[in-house]
C-alpha cells in the first residue's frame, strides 16, 4: 500500500516519441504552496511500489527510511552518475525502493551487478569492497543484474534543469542530501527552471532537447547565459555576428542586418569554394600523416617484439640441450640401476620358488571382493548423510527430501519409519548413547530418541547449514561455516561449551579418534585435543577444500574437492602418499580394520566406490552400482553401506 506524498497534483503533461527513437513520458509538475514536501516511511516489504504516473510537488522529496532488517539510511536525492566525474544531481519524483540500493553505500543501484554470494551491489561497492555485508563471503562480480538496472530505469526523476541547490544542513527542511562526485550537497526542485519529470533511461534523450538547457552565443562567449528557448531571439538581436571566412582573415563584426549586406561585398565569399578544397585537402593530410606515424610506431613494437622473441627462442634451445644432457645421463644410470633390481628380483623368485616346493609359506588367501547385497529405496531426493545404530541394527539416512529414513539392516531390510521435522536438507547424522543427532541446512540440530523414535528437541545451533556432526567424551561437535561448536550433552539438552574459531571455509569433515578431534576445511586438517579443545596441530594440504576424513590405527586421510587422497602417517605427522584414481570430489571416506588389514573405501562424484589397501597403498577394487554421485558411507559389522544422489542406499558386503 503505498503512502501519501502530500498535496495532489493538479494536471499532467504526458509526452510521447515516436517509437523509433524509443519511447519516454514527461510530466508537467503544478506549482505547490509548500517549499519541500516530507512523507511517511513506506514498508517495503509489500514488495516494489508500482512504477506509473508519478506525482511530484515544487521541491525534492525527502527520502529517509529505515531498512527492516539492516537499518540502512535512504536517500531520495541520490547520485548516479555515469562515470566517477559526473557532477549531475539527480532529484527522485517518488520514494525509490529500498530494494532498489546498495547496501554498502546506502544508495540506488548504480551498474547493479550479482556477485558470487548471490547478492547485488553496485559495480563500483563490489569491486572495492572486501566482504559482503549480508553473509562476510568475499565479493566477485560474475554477472549484471539486467532487471535492476531496467527497474531503476523506469524510476522518474526530475529534469537536471528544474532543479537547483539548497543552502543550509540537509534534511533541516525535509530534504536530504546527495552526494555528487564525493562532494556533500542537497538539491531542490527549482519553480523557474525545467517543469517535467522523465524516465531515468530517457534523461540524455530528453536533457539535450530541453527548453530550460543554459547555452552559450555561438558569436561570442561573453555574452550573458542564454536558455535554449531563448537562443533564436537572441541571434537576431546579436551585436558580435563574424563572418563566416574570419578564419581567413576578415575582420568584420555586426548584427543580422549588417550581416547579410557584408557577405554581398566580403572578397572571401567568392573564394568559399576554393578556400572550402583547400580545408578539406589539408585535413586529408593531415590524416594520412597520422596514419603513416601510426603505422611507423606499431612496426617499430613488432620489430622490438619479434627481437625479444629471437632472445627467448636462442635462450630456450641452449636449456634444451643442457636438459636433453642431462636426461640422458639420468637415463643411463637409471638403467644400471633396473639391471641391478632385476637381478634382485630373480634372486628373490628363485627363493620364493624354493619355499613353495618346500610348503614353507602355507596356503593362499585370495583377496577379497565386495559385492552389492541390496539396494534400499524410498527417499525423494539425493541422500547426503548415513549413521549406524549397531545394537539395534538400524540404518539412519538423511536427504534433500527433508526426512531421516530408519532403515531396518537385520531381518525385515525395509523402513521402519520416517522421521520429518526439518525445514532444510538433511545434511549430517551422529548417534550418542540412544539419542540421534541431526544436523541441517536449516541450521537446526534435532535430537530424536532412538528407542521411540521421537523428536525430543530442537536446537538453533549455527546462523549456516550444520555440515557435519561428530560425538565424543559426551560432547557434540558441529561444523558450519568457518566454526566449531562444542556442545555439552545433559539428557536431551545441549549446553553450548565453546566455539572453535580460526578455520579458513567451511567446515565438511569432523572426526573424533580417541582424544583427538580432526576438522577438515579449505586445504587444511586441524588437530585439536578434545580434553582442552585446543588446537594442537595443523596439516596443510592440496586439491582445495577437504571434504571427507578417516582416522586408522597408523594413518590419517583426508578426500578433496580435486579428486585426491591424501594420506600421513598418525604418529609422525608426515604426508606419506597422494592416492590418485577418482575423477571428481571425494565426497565420503570409511574404514574397516581387521587384524590382517586395514580396508579404507572412498565415495566421489564419479558415481563410484574405491577399495584401498592400506598395507601396499593400492587400489584393490572399484564399485559401479549408482547412478549418481556417491555422497555418504557407513560401515557396521563388515558391512559397507553407501548413499547417493540417486535416492538410494546400497548394501555391500564380501
Known amino acids: 500500500m503505498e503512502a501519501s506524498f502530500g498535496p495532489a497534483f493538479s494536471a499532467v503533461a504526458t509526452g510521447a516519441k515516436a517509437e523509433g527513437s524509443g519511447s519516454y513520458k514527461q510530466h508537467r509538475r503544478t506549482p505547490s504552496s509548500s517549499s519541500t514536501l516530507t512523507y511517511s516511511p513506506r514498508d517495503d516489504d509489500d514488495g516494489m511500489p508500482p512504477i506509473g504516473t508519478p506525482r511530484r510537488s515544487d521541491s525534492a522529496i525527502s527520502v529517509r527510511s529505515l531498512h527492516s532488517e539492516s537499518n540502512m539510511s535512504l536517500r531520495s536525492t541520490f547520485s548516479l552518475h ?140 561573453s555574452c550573458p547565459p542564454l536558455l535554449t528557448m531563448n537562443l533564436e531571439a537572441h541571434l537576431k538581436e546579436c551585436e558580435h ?57 606499431f612496426l617499430r613494437s613488432m620489430l622490438g617484439k619479434l627481437s625479444e622473441k629471437l632472445d627467448q627462442l636462442e635462450k630456450n634451445l641452449e636449456l634444451k640441450f643442457d636438459v636433453l644432457d642431462e636426461n640422458q645421463s639420468k637415463l643411463s644410470e637409471d638403467l644400471m640401476e633396473f639391471r641391478r633390481d632385476a637381478s634382485m628380483l630373480n634372486d628373490e623368485l628363485s627363493h620364493i620358488n624354493a619355499r613353495l616346493n618346500m610348503g614353507i609359506l602355507g596356503s593362499y588367501d585370495p583377496q577379497q571382493i565386495f559385492k552389492c547385497k541390496g539396494t534400499f529405496v524410498g527417499h525423494q531426493g539425493p541422500v547426503w548423510c548415513l549413521c549406524v545404530y549397531s545394537t539395534g541394527d538400524l540404518l539412519f539416512s538423511g536427504s534433500s527430501d527433508k526426512t531421516i529414513k530408519v532403515w531396518d539392516t537385520c531381518t525385515t531390510y525395509k523402513c521402519q519409519k520416517t522421521l520429518e521435522g526439518h525445514d532444510g536438507i538433511v545434511l549430517a547424522l551422529c548417534i550418542q548413547g540412544n539419542r540421534l543427532y541431526s544436523g541441517s541446512a536449516d541450521c537446526t540440530i534435532i535430537v530424536w530418541d532412538i528407542q521411540t523414535l521421537q523428536k525430543v528437541n530442537t536446537i538453533r545451533a549455527h546462523d549456516n547449514p550444520v555440515c557435519t556432526l561428530v560425538s565424543s567424551h559426551n560432547m557434540l561437535f558441529s561444523g558450519s561455516l568457518k566454526a566449531i561448536k562444542v556442545w555439552d550433552i545433559v539428557g536431551t539438552e545441549l549446553k553450548l561449551k565453546k566455539e572453535l574459531t580460526g578455520l579458513n571455509h567451511w567446515v565438511r569433515a569432523l572426526v573424533a579418534s580417541q582424544n583427538h578431534l580432526y576438522s577438515g576445511s579449505y586445504q587444511t586438517i586441524k588437530i585439536w585435543d578434545i580434553r582442552s579443545l585446543e588446537c594442537v596441530h595443523v596439516l596443510q594440504t592440496s586439491g582445495g577444500s577437504v571434504y571427507s576424513i578417516a582416522v586408522t590405527n ?7 574437492y580435486e579428486n585426491l587422497i591424501h594420506v600421513w602417517d598418525i604418529e609422525s605427522k608426515e604426508q606419506v602418499r597422494t592416492l590418485t584414481g577418482h575423477v571428481g ?23 563410484s566406490l574405491r577399495v584401498w589397501s592400506m598395507d601396499n597403498m593400492i587400489c584393490t577394487q572399484t564399485l559401479l552400482r549408482h547412478q549418481g554421485s556417491v555422497t555418504a558411507l557407513a560401515v557396521s559389522r563388515g558391512r559397507l553401506f553407501s548413499g547417493a544422489v540417486d535416492s538410494t542406499v546400497k548394501v555391500w558386503t564380501c
Open 82 to 221: 555515469e562515470e566517477e566525474e559526473d557532477t549531475e544531481p539527480q532529484v527522485f519524483a517518488e520514494q525509490p525502493s529500498v530494494k532498489l540500493c546498495c547496501q554498502l553505500c546506502c544508495n540506488v543501484f548504480k551498474d547493479p551487478v550479482i556477485t558470487t554470494c548471490g547478492h547485488t551491489f553496485c559495480r563500483r561497492c563490489a569491486l572495492t569492497s572486501d566482504k559482503c555485508p549480508v553473509d562476510t563471503a568475499k565479493l566477485t562480480v560474475v554477472v549484471n543484474n539486467i532487471a535492476v538496472a531496467e527497474q531503476i530505469g523506469e524510476l522518474f526523476i526530475h529534469c537536471k534543469y528544474g532543479c537547483r541547490a539548497t543552502a543550509g544542513v540537509a534534511g533541516a527542511a525535509g530534504v536530504s542530501a546527495a552526494t555528487v562526485a564525493g562532494k556533500p550537497g542537497a538539491y531542490e526542485v527549482d519553480p523557474l527552471g525545467c517543469p517535467f519529470t522523465i524516465k531515468l533511461s530517457t534523461r540524455k534523450e530528453h536533457e539535450v532537447s530541453c527548453d530550460y538547457r543554459p547555452v552559450r552565443c555561438p558569436n561570442n562567449p
Open 241 to 297: 555576428i563574424k563572418c563566416p571566412h574570419s578564419k581567413y582573415g576578415c575582420t568584420f563584426i555586426g548584427n543580422q542586418d549588417t550581416y547579410e549586406t557584408h557577405l554581398e561585398v566580403c572578397k572571401f565569399e567568392g573564394l568559399k569554394e576554393f578556400l572550402q578544397q583547400t580545408d578539406d585537402r589539408f585535413h586529408e593530410m593531415q590524416l594520412t600523416l597520422a596514419q603513416k606515424d601510426q603505422d611507423i610506431a
Open 554 to 560: 597408523h594413518h590419517i586421510v583426508c578426500g578433496t
Open 585 to 607: 570430489t571425494v565426497y565420503a571416506l570409511a574404514v574397516i580394520s581387521t587384524p590382517d588389514q586395514t580396508k579404507v573405501f572412498s565415495a566421489s562424484y564419479d558415481r
